[in-house]
T-cell receptor
Framework: NAGVMQNPRHLVRRRGQEARLRCSPM?????VYWYRQLPEEGLKFMVY????????ESGMPKERFSAEFPKEGPSILRIQQVVRGDSAAYFC???????????????FGPGTRLTVT | DQQVKQNSPSLSVQEGRISILNCDYT??????FLWYKKYPAEGPTFLIS?????DKNEDGRFTVFLNKSAKHLSLHIVPSQPGDSAVYFC?????????????FGKGTLLTVNP
């Protein structure tokens, strides 16, 4: 019974490089949310995706950040030209589809800790 | 503007006693509330939730109380156990659509002393 999978768990990038974070939702879940946690802060919503569709990206920085959830394969959060301020823990969560009565509850992966040097 | 606030950064209680964690919110559109527990270097784990149509929800040692008029909720853990030591996050969501993105507080670090 696999939960939400994220990889890599730790990622170190130099300033200016690209970071790719992957998330595989729980079996049967078709909705993925990405959150970012800065030090000493709570989790902040970034983007909400369904398969092949971005539903809400209101929490994404306007530049350098993008996300996708293709028909096949994991969801990917991509950060181009990383800067030191991007250092954070990035969490992915998945939920059942709306209408199931359980779609309010999100289940989180272990996170990817990105360090930009 | 922080819409979900957990004003106590930390709380320390004795094993066997009650732990009470508090949370306030400002957005009256929130109608579903959740508590998550988080250990270091792990993702948040869902604990318990409550809909705004209720004022109490209980699951084993965990009870969540909601006071809509005060925009306040609390999580009670009784009896507290050392394994409960973790950071607890309060989160809120809005229904009325298909986007259930969560707004989190900053968390409260609970320490249960043996």
């Amino acid at each position: 019974n696999a939960g939400v999978m994220q990889n890599p768990r730790h990622l170190v990038r130099r300033r200016g490089q690209e970071a790719r974070l992957r998330c595989s939702p729980m079996k049967g879940h078709s909705h993925v949310y990405w959150y970012r946690q800065l030090p000493e802060e709570g989790l902040k919503f970034m983007v909400y995706l369904q398969k092949e569709n971005i539903i809400d990206e209101s929490g994404m920085p306007k530049e350098r950040f993008s996300a996708e959830f293709p028909k096949e394969g994991p969801s990917i959060l991509r950060i181009q030209q990383v800067v030191r301020g991007d250092s954070a823990a990035y969490f992915c969560a998945s939920s059942p589809p709306p209408g199931t009565g359980l779609s309010y509850e999100q289940y989180f992966g272990p996170g990817t800790r990105l360090t930009v040097t | 503007d922080q819409q979900v606030k957990q004003n106590s950064p930390s709380l320390s209680v004795q094993e066997g006693r009650i732990s009470i964690l508090n949370c306030d919110y400002t957005n009256s559109m929130f109608d579903y509330f959740l508590w998550y527990k988080k250990y270091p270097a792990e993702g948040p784990t869902f604990l318990i939730s409550i809909s705004s149509i209720k004022d109490k929800n209980e699951d084993g040692r965990f009870t969540v109380f909601l006071n809509k008029s005060a925009k306040h909720l609390s999580l009670h853990i009784v009896p507290s156990q050392p394994g409960d030591s973790a950071v607890y996050f309060c989160a809120a969501s809005r229904s009325g659509g298909s986007n259930y993105k969560l707004t989190f507080g900053k968390g409260t670090l609970l320490t249960v002393n043996p």
